[in-house]
Nanobody
Framework: QEQLVASGGGLVQAGGSLRLSCAAS????????MGWFSQAPGKENEFVAA????????FYADSVKGRFTISRDNAKNTVYLQMNSLKPEDTAVYYC?????????????????WGQGTQVTVSS
């Protein structure tokens, strides 16, 4: 079983950057597809980005394409989300998640493990 710990959130001005990290505790991290999701107050949990096991294939929500970059370091059991050109509407709690199977990477119900979330607040 994977335990995921997300970190790196904080308060930043619009146009600024943050780098989120998600550290996994298990020995099988390299076999999982990893994703990031966000949940703003009063809104549904939304897909942000995903990265396949090898790290060569990545996928993004349209709202973050060109601004966010997902990456992973399998030697460190860690996945990252580099967030640039942040906007106030990016304000949310960001969660990392892991899945063992292929399928719809934007579907949160298909992920097997979740981290605790890290708050990102973007001021205007």
């Amino acid at each position: 079983q994977e335990q995921l710990v997300a970190s790196g959130g904080g308060l930043v001005q619009a146009g600024g950057s943050l780098r989120l990290s998600c550290a996994a505790s298990g020995r099988t991290f390299s076999t999982y597809t990893m994703g990031w999701f966000s949940q703003a107050p009063g809104k549904e949990n939304e897909f942000v980005a995903a990265i396949m096991c090898s790290g060569y294939s990545t996928f993004y929500a349209d709202s973050v394409k060109g601004r966010f970059t997902i990456s992973r370091d399998n030697a460190k059991n860690t996945v990252y989300l580099q967030m640039n050109s942040l906007k106030p509407e990016d304000t949310a709690v960001y969660y990392c998640a892991a899945r063992r199977t292929a399928g719809d990477l934007s579907n949160r119900y298909e992920y097997d493990y979740w981290g605790q979330g890290t708050q990102v607040t973007v001021s205007s």
